[in-house]
Every structure is written in structure tokens, then in C-alpha cells.
């Protein structure tokens, strides 16, 4: 168990250290842990007994940090946004996840690894990823290989949303909505919103923070979803498939809410869920090899940049509709 943990820790302390690099900024801690972790096993290579500490971080830390990640949620702030921004989530939410897995058909891509990159590309990323792996039964493999997959191309997107303010000059206000509600990462909406000032950032986060909230109900409809035929004939109530990490979620997200913590406390759990998840994010990279990769990630690659085009130009027509 300690080895395994010490070894998530010193990727994750890793990670920290090099996202102050430029290139690798926009990539943030967790991405960058990921990567980290499938080198180290390529070039180091994971010894057995190592094996408990890291499925620990990969699996049990992994949900701990989803929970305290729910200290950034105000959900105040999203019910003062108005419900233009809760419908425009709803509607970019449930365009990706119908249309990525039937890319995923398409492109020869498993139903489980379309739905993962579908979520990530939908929702936030990383954790969302994280979050409904478990309702979809997903491995280990699969799980990384999303979470890759996202953070290429979440990271180009965020380049390229940058550039094409700078050469466009889009208003502060419906730049920020465009980067909210369809780049992957929060840490990709942020890099991407910043350059058009803090209005921009503003209206980017709360959108972002707005499609954060729905990761709890999606989780649980894929739960259902993927339930055996016969356990969903007999369901009762107490055999609903429900992600009690992401209630736990909810429970931050409303005591930030109601906010009885005071401000340096908030920023506690923030950058413990950060780095929590961070050695989550180790732990997952531990687990995967490149020739895995290879064989998943090419295919789902295409797919979800198909998928993430559809989405920016799917979500630049709303942003024009609704606001």
C-alpha cells in the first residue's frame, strides 16, 4: 500500500512542478499526472506489490476527490445567472452524449470508451470521466485512455479558441459563453476566457460550474442504462445504481452554498480535491500501457474531435439564439 501511495504522491508533486511550464500549463495537475504515470510504467515499470497503493489513489482517492471538488459549486450563482445558462448546459450536455457514442458506431469505438469521452466532453473533463466510470462499468484502460483523449483535445481546442479571438475580436461577453459551455477542462475554460477580459471569465465559469452540477444526474441515468436487462425488470428503490460520491459532491457544492466555511478554508478543500485527484489521476497513468493506448485511443481520437467540432459549432448557434 505505501508504495504504491508514494508513488502517486511523487507524480503528483511532479505534475505540480511542471504545469509551471507554459506548454504544459493548460494541460493542468491531473492531465499531466496521467501522462506522467503511463511513462513511469513504460519506463520504469510497476513492481507487484506496489499494485494495492495504486488501484487505492485510482479507485478510493479518486472519490474523495469528487466529493471535496463539489466546494467549488455555488449553486446561487447559477440560479442568479437566469435559466438561459441552465438550458443552454442541458442542451450542449445532452448533444454530446447523443452524439458522440453514435460517432463511436461509426468509428468502431466500444459503447463504453464512446460514452466515457462523450461525458468528458460534455460535462468537465477528468472528473466527469472519473464520475461515471463506475455507473458504466468501465476498466481502468478505458478510463485512461479518455481521460487522454480529452486532455488532447481539450488542450488544442484551448489554443484554438485563443487564436481565433485574437484574429476575430469576439465580444467579451459572448466569448466567455462559447468557452463555458463547450471547452472540456474547467482549467481549459479558464486559460481560453481569460483572454477576453473578466467578464468573460465570469459568465465562462459560472456556464462551466453549471454543466460541473449536471454530472449527478447523468451519472445516475447511465447508471440505469447500463444496468443488466434483468436487475432493470425488477428495480425497486433500493436497487437504484447511486453514485454515493457524487451525492457527496452535492453536499460540498450546498455547504459552499449556504457559506458557513470561511474563505480560507474553501480554498483548503479546493486545493486538496486538486491534488487529491491529482493522485487519482497518478494512480489511473500507473495502470495503463502505451500499446493499450494505441490500440483504443486512435479511433476514439477521431471520434471525439468529430465530436468536439460538432459541439463548438453547436454551441456558437445557441450562444447566437439565446443571447
Same mark, same amino acid.
Given at each position: 500500500?505505501?508504495?504504491? *501511495? =508514494? ?17 504544459? #500549463? ?40 469528487? =466529493? ?6 455555488? =449553486? ?6 437566469? !435559466? ?18 453514435? *460517432? ?5 469505438? %466500444? ?7 462523450? #461525458?468528458? $466532453? ?46 476575430? $475580436?469576439?465580444?467579451?461577453? $459572448?466569448?466567455? =459563453?462559447?468557452?463555458? #459551455? $463547450? ?20 459568465? /465562462? ?7 460541473? /452540477?449536471?454530472?449527478?444526474?447523468? /451519472?445516475?441515468?447511465? +447508471? ?5 436487462? %434483468? ?9 437504484? !445504481? ?24 474553501? %480554498? ?47 454551441? +456558437? ?7
Amino acid at each position: 500500500m505505501l508504495m504504491g *501511495l =508514494i508513488m502517486t504522491l511523487l507524480i503528483a508533486l511532479a505534475s505540480k512542478l511542471l504545469v509551471g511550464l507554459p506548454i504544459l #500549463s493548460v494541460m493542468g495537475t491531473m492531465v499531466t499526472a496521467i501522462v506522467l504515470g503511463m511513462i513511469w510504467r513504460a519506463v520504469i515499470g510497476v513492481k507487484q506489490q506496489a499494485q494495492v497503493g495504486i488501484d487505492f489513489s485510482a479507485k478510493k482517492l479518486l472519490r474523495l476527490g469528487i =466529493i471535496l471538488m463539489g466546494i467549488r459549486l455555488d =449553486i446561487s450563482d447559477i440560479l442568479a445567472a437566469g !435559466p438561459k445558462v441552465v438550458l443552454m448546459a442541458v442542451l450542449v450536455i445532452s448533444f454530446a452524449m447523443l452524439l458522440i457514442p453514435r *460517432l463511436g458506431k461509426r468509428f468502431g469505438v %466500444d459503447t463504453v470508451l464512446a460514452v466515457l469521452v462523450a #461525458s468528458g $466532453t460534455a460535462i468537465c473533463g477528468a472528473a466527469a470521466i472519473a464520475g461515471v466510470a463506475p455507473m458504466v462499468k468501465a476498466d481502468e484502460q478505458r478510463t485512461a485512455v479518455s481521460i487522454a483523449i480529452i486532455a488532447i483535445l481539450g488542450t488544442v481546442f484551448t489554443f484554438a479558441y485563443t487564436f481565433l479571438n485574437s484574429v476575430f $475580436t469576439i465580444p467579451a461577453y $459572448t466569448y466567455g =459563453i462559447l468557452s463555458g #459551455s $463547450t471547452l472540456h477542462e474547467l482549467g481549459h475554460v479558464i486559460a481560453a476566457s481569460s483572454t477576453g477580459g473578466q467578464q468573460s471569465m465570469d459568465i /465562462a465559469l459560472i456556464i462551466k460550474l453549471t454543466r460541473v /452540477a449536471f454530472l449527478v444526474p447523468v /451519472a445516475f441515468i447511465l +447508471g440505469i442504462i447500463f444496468m443488466d436487462k %434483468d436487475d432493470r425488470k425488477n428495480i425497486g428503490f433500493r436497487d437504484l !445504481p447511486i453514485p454515493w460520491f457524487v451525492l457527496g459532491f452535492i453536499a460540498f457544492s450546498i455547504i459552499n452554498t449556504i457559506g458557513i466555511l470561511s474563505p480560507s478554508v474553501t %480554498d483548503f478543500f479546493t486545493q486538496a480535491s486538486v491534488f487529491i485527484m491529482t493522485m487519482a489521476m497518478a494512480g489511473l497513468g500507473l495502470n495503463v500501457d502505451f500499446n493499450a493506448f494505441g490500440k483504443m485511443g486512435g479511433r476514439a481520437l477521431g471520434m471525439g474531435i468529430i465530436g468536439s467540432v460538432a459541439l463548438s459549432v453547436f454551441g +456558437g448557434i445557441l450562444t447566437m439564439l439565446l443571447f
